[in-house]
């Protein structure tokens, strides 16, 4: 599944003065380092310093996103600032899921532009490229104590998945996002 553009010869999305774009492989470094300065950001004291500072974990995550910049059935997309990348979402058909169902793997943005807007038009831009592609359903799993994150995914209309309980020591909760014409977000 590829970034769908709105318009037939239009190639990017500028929402609320950020750029929106398909990411290349050229990106590969900066969306790897903007990952894990998120991920460090968000899960400092939940789980130990060293895994997040460890240099294995970063290229583990970095070969994560070339794979998933190199599959044609993936998207990533990179919001941009004055140039600069701020922002990266990831979302594909995950194995085995009905053809109208996505899966929001990543969506991360710089923790110095946290409430700027950013993920919101990194949302909006994946929300539009699953329209344009019919999904109906979009799931994704956040950290449990990720409250800010689950926040963000609440005013966006996300819901806790009732087909996909947590455990009773699970890390992460399971949300869902009905997507029909009138729900536009």
């Known amino acids: ?65 070339a794979r998933s910049l190199a599959r044609t059935d993936a998207t990533v997309l990179c919001a941009e600032r004055d140039g600069a990348v701020v922002g990266v979402a990831s ?10 169902t996505v899966k929001l793997f990543q969506l991360h943005v710089d923790p110095d532009r946290w409430r700027d807007g950013i993920g919101s038009a990194l949302h909006r831009a994946c929300v539009a490229g699953w329209r344009a592609a019919g999904v109906t359903t979009a799931r994704l799993d956040v950290y449990w104590h990720n409250r800010r994150a689950r926040a963000f995914y609440d005013r966006h209309g996300w819901q806790p998945d009732d087909s996909r309980r947590p455990a009773p020591d699970a890390t992460h909760l399971d949300l869902v996002l009905p997507l029909s014409p009138a729900a536009a977000r």
Not at 23 to 38: E, S
């Open 91 to 100: 979302y594909r058909r995950e194995d085995g899921a009905p053809a109208d």
């Open 1 to 65: 599944m590829s970034h769908a553009p709105e318009a037939p010869d239009e190639t990017i999305a500028t929402i609320s003065a950020t750029l929106v774009r398909d990411a290349t492989a050229a990106d590969l470094d900066v969306i790897a380092d903007l990952h894990q300065r998120a991920r460090a950001t968000y899960y400092r004291g939940r789980v130990p310093d060293a895994q997040l500072d460890d240099p294995a974990e970063r290229e583990r995550w970095r070969e994560g996103w």
